[in-house]
Protein backbone atom coordinates (compact mmCIF):
# COMPACT_ATOMS: atom_id res chain seq x y z
CA UNK A 1 0.00 0.00 0.00
CA UNK A 2 1.26 3.62 -0.54
CA UNK A 3 1.30 5.53 2.60
CA UNK A 4 1.72 8.88 0.93
CA UNK A 5 -1.38 8.66 -0.43
CA UNK A 6 -3.03 7.07 2.74
CA UNK A 7 -1.37 10.10 4.42
CA UNK A 8 -2.76 12.55 2.81
CA UNK A 9 -6.08 11.18 2.36
CA UNK A 10 -6.23 11.64 6.14
CA UNK A 11 -4.35 14.75 6.21
CA UNK A 12 -7.30 16.20 4.05
CA UNK A 13 -10.01 14.30 5.55
CA UNK A 14 -12.73 16.68 7.26
CA UNK A 15 -14.47 14.34 8.77
CA UNK A 16 -13.35 13.97 12.97
CA UNK A 17 -14.82 10.35 12.90
CA UNK A 18 -13.17 9.22 9.21
CA UNK A 19 -9.54 10.85 10.17
CA UNK A 20 -9.56 8.58 13.00
CA UNK A 21 -10.39 5.79 11.24
CA UNK A 22 -7.72 6.38 8.38
CA UNK A 23 -5.36 7.03 10.95
CA UNK A 24 -5.99 3.61 12.55
CA UNK A 25 -5.55 2.09 9.29
CA UNK A 26 -2.37 3.40 8.61
CA UNK A 27 -1.12 2.91 11.66
CA UNK A 28 -2.29 -0.78 11.33
CA UNK A 29 -0.71 -1.52 8.42
CA UNK A 30 2.38 0.32 9.30
CA UNK A 31 2.64 -2.47 12.23
CA UNK A 32 1.91 -5.12 9.65
CA UNK A 33 5.07 -3.74 7.52
CA UNK A 34 2.15 -3.25 4.61
CA UNK A 35 3.34 -0.01 3.40
CA UNK A 36 6.12 0.63 0.48
CA UNK A 37 7.67 4.15 1.43
CA UNK A 38 9.13 4.22 -2.17
CA UNK A 39 6.10 4.44 -3.81
CA UNK A 40 5.33 7.38 -5.81
CA UNK A 41 2.47 9.82 -5.07
CA UNK A 42 2.63 13.44 -5.98
CA UNK A 43 3.58 16.23 -3.04
CA UNK A 44 1.34 19.11 -3.20
CA UNK A 45 1.54 22.29 -0.96
CA UNK A 46 -1.52 21.93 1.44
CA UNK A 47 -2.71 25.65 2.60
CA UNK A 48 -5.79 23.78 4.92
CA UNK A 49 -5.54 20.46 6.18
CA UNK A 50 -8.99 18.69 6.56
CA UNK A 51 -10.52 20.34 9.39
CA UNK A 52 -14.16 20.30 10.52
CA UNK A 53 -16.82 23.31 10.57
CA UNK A 54 -16.61 23.59 14.32
CA UNK A 55 -14.28 25.23 15.74
CA UNK A 56 -14.48 27.73 14.31
CA UNK A 57 -11.33 29.31 14.43
CA UNK A 58 -10.52 32.58 15.84
CA UNK A 59 -8.01 35.05 15.43
CA UNK A 60 -5.48 35.28 18.48
CA UNK A 61 -6.04 38.62 19.47
CA UNK A 62 -10.03 38.00 19.46
CA UNK A 63 -9.87 35.00 22.07
CA UNK A 64 -11.63 35.76 25.79
CA UNK A 65 -9.33 35.28 28.38
CA UNK A 66 -10.36 32.40 30.23
CA UNK A 67 -11.52 32.71 33.66
CA UNK A 68 -11.01 30.93 36.80
CA UNK A 69 -14.65 29.04 36.55
CA UNK A 70 -15.98 25.75 35.63
CA UNK A 71 -16.27 27.34 31.87
CA UNK A 72 -12.64 28.49 31.67
CA UNK A 73 -11.36 25.04 32.86
CA UNK A 74 -13.56 23.11 29.88
CA UNK A 75 -12.71 25.84 27.62
CA UNK A 76 -8.77 25.06 28.57
CA UNK A 77 -9.65 20.96 27.97
CA UNK A 78 -11.26 21.87 24.94
CA UNK A 79 -8.16 24.58 23.63
CA UNK A 80 -6.33 21.19 24.34
CA UNK A 81 -8.28 19.01 22.54
CA UNK A 82 -7.75 21.17 19.80
CA UNK A 83 -4.01 21.40 19.58
CA UNK A 84 -4.36 17.64 19.25
CA UNK A 85 -6.52 17.31 17.19
CA UNK A 86 -4.54 19.64 14.90
CA UNK A 87 -0.99 17.65 15.91
CA UNK A 88 -2.72 14.60 13.90
CA UNK A 89 -2.26 16.78 11.35
CA UNK A 90 1.09 18.09 11.67
CA UNK A 91 2.68 14.23 12.12
CA UNK A 92 0.17 13.09 8.95
CA UNK A 93 1.74 16.13 6.48
CA UNK A 94 5.52 15.16 7.88
CA UNK A 95 4.60 11.33 6.95
CA UNK A 96 3.15 12.17 3.61
CA UNK A 97 5.02 15.57 2.00
CA UNK A 98 8.85 14.85 2.92
CA UNK A 99 10.69 11.71 0.71
CA UNK A 100 13.50 10.02 0.01
CA UNK A 101 13.95 9.46 4.05
CA UNK A 102 14.82 6.25 5.81
CA UNK A 103 11.50 3.88 6.28
CA UNK A 104 11.82 4.62 9.75
CA UNK A 105 11.02 8.32 9.53
CA UNK A 106 7.64 7.84 7.97
CA UNK A 107 7.21 4.80 10.63
CA UNK A 108 7.99 7.56 13.35
CA UNK A 109 5.34 10.02 12.13
CA UNK A 110 3.00 7.32 11.61
CA UNK A 111 3.03 6.33 15.00
CA UNK A 112 3.03 10.30 16.30
CA UNK A 113 0.15 10.56 13.66
CA UNK A 114 -1.77 7.61 15.60
CA UNK A 115 -1.12 8.88 19.28
CA UNK A 116 -1.94 11.95 18.71
CA UNK A 117 -5.51 10.87 17.80
CA UNK A 118 -5.60 8.88 20.53
CA UNK A 119 -5.18 12.14 22.74
CA UNK A 120 -7.34 13.92 20.98
CA UNK A 121 -9.70 10.89 21.64
CA UNK A 122 -9.33 11.23 25.33
CA UNK A 123 -9.87 14.58 25.80
CA UNK A 124 -13.15 15.08 23.31
CA UNK A 125 -14.35 11.66 25.33
CA UNK A 126 -13.64 13.74 28.54
CA UNK A 127 -15.25 16.23 27.14
CA UNK A 128 -18.53 14.27 26.36
CA UNK A 129 -18.61 13.38 30.41
CA UNK A 130 -19.01 16.81 30.93
CA UNK A 131 -21.56 17.55 28.34
CA UNK A 132 -19.70 19.28 25.97
CA UNK A 133 -17.56 18.04 23.10
CA UNK A 134 -15.03 19.19 20.24
CA UNK A 135 -16.32 21.88 18.18
CA UNK A 136 -18.41 23.99 21.63
CA UNK A 137 -15.70 26.37 21.47
CA UNK A 138 -14.07 28.67 19.52
CA UNK A 139 -10.27 27.77 18.87
CA UNK A 140 -7.12 29.28 18.02
CA UNK A 141 -6.13 29.44 14.06
CA UNK A 142 -2.57 29.73 13.99
CA UNK A 143 -1.42 26.02 14.31
CA UNK A 144 -1.42 24.80 10.57
CA UNK A 145 0.73 28.06 9.51
CA UNK A 146 4.38 26.90 11.01
CA UNK A 147 4.00 23.69 9.50
CA UNK A 148 2.46 25.54 5.96
CA UNK A 149 5.61 27.42 6.40
CA UNK A 150 7.86 24.78 6.47
CA UNK A 151 6.77 22.61 4.17
CA UNK A 152 9.58 23.64 1.37
CA UNK A 153 12.41 21.48 3.67
CA UNK A 154 11.88 18.65 6.05
CA UNK A 155 15.15 19.81 8.01
CA UNK A 156 12.87 23.37 8.91
CA UNK A 157 10.03 21.13 9.44
CA UNK A 158 11.72 19.16 12.11
CA UNK A 159 13.77 22.27 13.56
CA UNK A 160 10.34 24.53 14.20
CA UNK A 161 7.42 22.09 14.71
CA UNK A 162 8.54 19.38 16.91
CA UNK A 163 11.34 21.09 18.19
CA UNK A 164 9.95 24.40 18.79
CA UNK A 165 5.74 24.29 18.72
CA UNK A 166 5.55 20.70 20.24
CA UNK A 167 8.34 21.31 22.77
CA UNK A 168 6.44 24.54 24.13
CA UNK A 169 3.96 21.95 25.26
CA UNK A 170 6.49 20.23 27.48
CA UNK A 171 7.04 23.69 28.87
CA UNK A 172 3.65 24.20 29.62
CA UNK A 173 2.35 21.33 31.06
CA UNK A 174 3.20 21.37 34.49
CA UNK A 175 1.64 24.36 35.10
CA UNK A 176 -1.62 23.16 33.78
CA UNK A 177 -1.71 20.10 36.13
CA UNK A 178 -1.31 22.47 38.58
CA UNK A 179 -4.26 24.07 37.80
CA UNK A 180 -6.31 21.16 37.19
CA UNK A 181 -5.29 19.65 40.47
CA UNK A 182 -7.38 21.81 43.00
CA UNK A 183 -9.97 21.91 40.42
CA UNK A 184 -13.73 20.01 39.62
CA UNK A 185 -11.83 18.44 36.71
CA UNK A 186 -8.90 16.54 38.51
CA UNK A 187 -8.97 13.87 35.82
CA UNK A 188 -7.22 15.77 33.76
CA UNK A 189 -4.09 16.03 35.73
CA UNK A 190 -4.18 11.91 35.05
CA UNK A 191 -5.37 12.65 31.00
CA UNK A 192 -2.51 15.12 31.07
CA UNK A 193 0.35 12.32 32.17
CA UNK A 194 -0.27 10.16 29.56
CA UNK A 195 0.18 12.75 27.21
CA UNK A 196 2.64 14.40 28.54
CA UNK A 197 4.68 11.31 28.46
CA UNK A 198 4.25 10.77 24.58
CA UNK A 199 5.30 14.27 23.34
CA UNK A 200 8.34 13.73 25.87
CA UNK A 201 8.46 10.90 22.42
CA UNK A 202 7.28 13.27 19.79
CA UNK A 203 9.89 16.15 20.17
CA UNK A 204 12.67 13.23 20.47
CA UNK A 205 11.59 11.94 17.50
CA UNK A 206 11.97 15.54 15.63
CA UNK A 207 15.28 15.97 17.62
CA UNK A 208 16.35 12.62 16.04
CA UNK A 209 15.67 13.58 12.81
CA UNK A 210 16.71 17.36 13.16
CA UNK A 211 20.15 16.24 14.05
CA UNK A 212 20.46 13.60 11.61
CA UNK A 213 19.36 16.18 9.04
CA UNK A 214 22.30 18.12 10.06
CA UNK A 215 25.08 15.58 10.22
CA UNK A 216 23.69 14.33 6.55
CA UNK A 217 24.43 17.85 5.07
CA UNK A 218 27.21 18.98 7.51
CA UNK A 219 25.37 21.54 9.22
CA UNK A 220 26.09 23.10 12.65
CA UNK A 221 23.18 22.16 14.29
CA UNK A 222 23.11 24.75 17.11
CA UNK A 223 23.56 27.69 14.27
CA UNK A 224 21.20 26.10 11.86
CA UNK A 225 18.14 25.85 14.46
CA UNK A 226 18.89 29.71 15.54
CA UNK A 227 19.11 30.55 11.91
CA UNK A 228 15.59 29.16 11.31
CA UNK A 229 13.83 29.95 14.28
CA UNK A 230 15.02 34.01 12.95
CA UNK A 231 13.80 33.05 9.67
CA UNK A 232 10.61 31.77 11.11
CA UNK A 233 9.75 33.26 13.96
CA UNK A 234 11.64 36.56 13.75
CA UNK A 235 13.04 36.43 17.58
CA UNK A 236 14.50 34.50 19.74
CA UNK A 237 12.35 31.44 21.39
CA UNK A 238 11.26 32.95 24.92
CA UNK A 239 11.59 30.55 28.07
CA UNK A 240 10.82 30.00 30.83
CA UNK A 241 11.32 26.37 29.42
CA UNK A 242 10.72 22.97 30.90
CA UNK A 243 14.32 21.99 30.61
CA UNK A 244 13.75 18.47 32.41
CA UNK A 245 11.71 17.34 29.84
CA UNK A 246 13.58 18.82 27.22
CA UNK A 247 16.39 16.59 28.23
CA UNK A 248 14.14 13.60 28.05
CA UNK A 249 13.54 14.69 24.96
CA UNK A 250 17.22 14.50 23.91
CA UNK A 251 17.93 18.12 23.67
CA UNK A 252 21.68 18.42 24.01
CA UNK A 253 23.75 19.90 26.70
CA UNK A 254 24.43 22.48 24.17
CA UNK A 255 21.19 23.30 23.20
CA UNK A 256 19.64 23.66 26.75
CA UNK A 257 22.32 25.62 28.24
CA UNK A 258 21.76 27.89 25.81
CA UNK A 259 18.15 27.70 26.41
CA UNK A 260 18.68 28.69 29.89
CA UNK A 261 20.78 31.67 29.25
CA UNK A 262 17.61 32.80 26.82
CA UNK A 263 15.45 32.55 30.05
CA UNK A 264 17.05 34.58 32.44
FE1 LIG B 1 -0.43 14.89 21.57
Redesign the pocket.
Known amino acids: MNPFKLSHQALMCANVADKIILVEQLHNLKNQQALDYQSPYPIESVERPGIPDKPILARFDSMPTRKKSDIGFIQTIHAICH??FN?INLALDAAYRFRAMPNQFYQDWIQVAF??SQ?FQLLNNYLITLNYQYGDFDAHNGLWTMTFETDYDVLARMALVPRVLEAR?LDATPKIQKRFETSKFKPMVELLDI?FK??IN?VKIGNYWFHSLCKQRALEPMSTFNQLVIKHIGIELRGPFNLEARKLADFSDEELDYLQAQAR
Open positions: IEAEEHGIDEH
